[in-house]
């Protein structure tokens, strides 16, 4: 979903592009559920979102009778020989987020994988619905193999969402953000790329963000309200990435005297303790996560960045970490003042027990 995935012709492009609207419309309306993903590139400015086969498949999921520890709901489209290797994607994926804080967030979320009828991409949609336990969507193209599937962001970014207790009712880019950040996170932290490729993505992201100046007279908060008519991806989903990454150096260069280091990872992990009784707005989990880290991080830059009319400077932020831009490419420098932070972020735990491992 790198970018523009090809589409299917203007006629097909009009109406998708209207029952899009229509149905953000509609998702709008039930939003304290619904938690309409993977947007964050052209893909579903483009309209691209297999309506149909959702709704016709939503109902016919049933349970896989692989030997398995834990249970992925597969649509009936999917072959019995592909469910061995969905089920391995999907337990990277979840070893993946639980390189976050050493846990998932939620033990008994539910997976569902359909196949595609037609999108491009080894997964063209995901989504996560806020049901208990939450439930979280993934649309799989059956051609893709398993380098294919864990190389495509949608899953790392869909499991991301699982790490605050969001409610869908405000701020959305404040969980887009979130999953934003902690997709590429995570999938470095399980391999898929290198620092330097972590640095690179999240700086392209701001940059992406940044070009998208076509609603510079509307702040964030309201842009994001209202992302159904604006479709101004790019900057809601980016600006939300940006602030976790500030949150995350903050945290992180609170120097408390003979305390561990903080960090992001940490605060969530104690949210998960806290406060996963119930779903919560983002104003609540900001001021919860203000209380947990006995700061005003979270509120201030909250207040900060839903009064934006553009992505905030990110520029600042990566060059205190050590990342360096030339020419639209990074390079990583262990000089700064936050360097050390910087190349925690991309460790985050060094290793997990093995019986934690599925
Ligand atoms: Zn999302």
Request: hydrophobic residues 40%; charged residues 20%.
């Amino acid at each position: 979903m790198n970018i523009l995935k090809p589409y299917l012709g203007v006629f097909s492009y009009l109406i998708l592009l209207a029952l899009l609207s229509i149905g953000l419309t509609a998702m709008s309306a039930h939003s304290h559920n619904i938690d309409l993903n993977h947007i964050g590139d052209e893909l579903e400015a483009a309209g691209f979102k297999d309506d149909k086969l959702l709704q016709s498949e939503s109902k016919s999921t049933t349970k896989n009778s692989l030997n398995q520890s834990y249970t992925i709901n597969f649509a009936t489209n999917i072959p019995e020989d592909k469910k061995a290797q969905l089920y391995t994607w999907a337990k990277h994926a979840r070893k993946a987020l639980r390189l976050v804080y050493g846990k998932l967030p939620v033990e008994d979320f539910v997976t569902i994988i359909k196949a595609s009828k037609g999108g491009k991409g080894a997964v063209p949609w995901g989504e996560v619905n806020r049901y208990s336990p939450p439930e979280v969507t993934l649309v799989v193209n059956l051609d893709s193999s398993l380098e294919a599937l864990k190389a495509d962001w949608t899953i790392y970014h869909e499991f991301s969402h699982l790490l605050i207790p969001y409610d869908a009712g405000d701020a959305r880019w404040f969980s887009e953000g979130l999953a934003s950040y902690y997709q590429n996170i995570t999938q470095a932290r399980v391999g898929m790329f290198d620092e330097k490729t972590l640095w690179q993505k999240l700086y392209d992201g701001f940059e992406r963000g940044n070009k998208q100046q076509n609603y510079a007279h509307q702040r964030l908060d309201y842009l994001s309200d209202h992302i159904g008519e604006n479709r101004n991806y790019m900057r809601i989903y980016w600006s939300g990435a940006l602030y976790w990454l500030k949150a995350d150096i903050a945290l992180r260069a609170l120097a408390k005297k003979n305390a561990p280091p903080y960090s992001l990872d940490l605060a969530l992990a104690q949210l998960q303790a806290c406060c996963f009784d119930r779903y919560l707005s983002a104003t609540e989990i900001a001021h919860k996560l203000d209380q947990l880290t006995e700061s005003k991080i979270f509120t201030s830059l909250l207040s900060e960045f839903s009064a934006s009319y553009a992505i905030p400077d990110y520029l600042t932020p990566l060059r205190s970490l050590g990342v360096e831009v030339i020419n639209g490419q990074i390079s990583i420098n262990d000089q700064a003042i936050y360097s050390t932070q910087r190349r925690a972020i991309f460790i985050g735990l060094s290793k997990l027990s093995s019986k934690n491992d599925r």
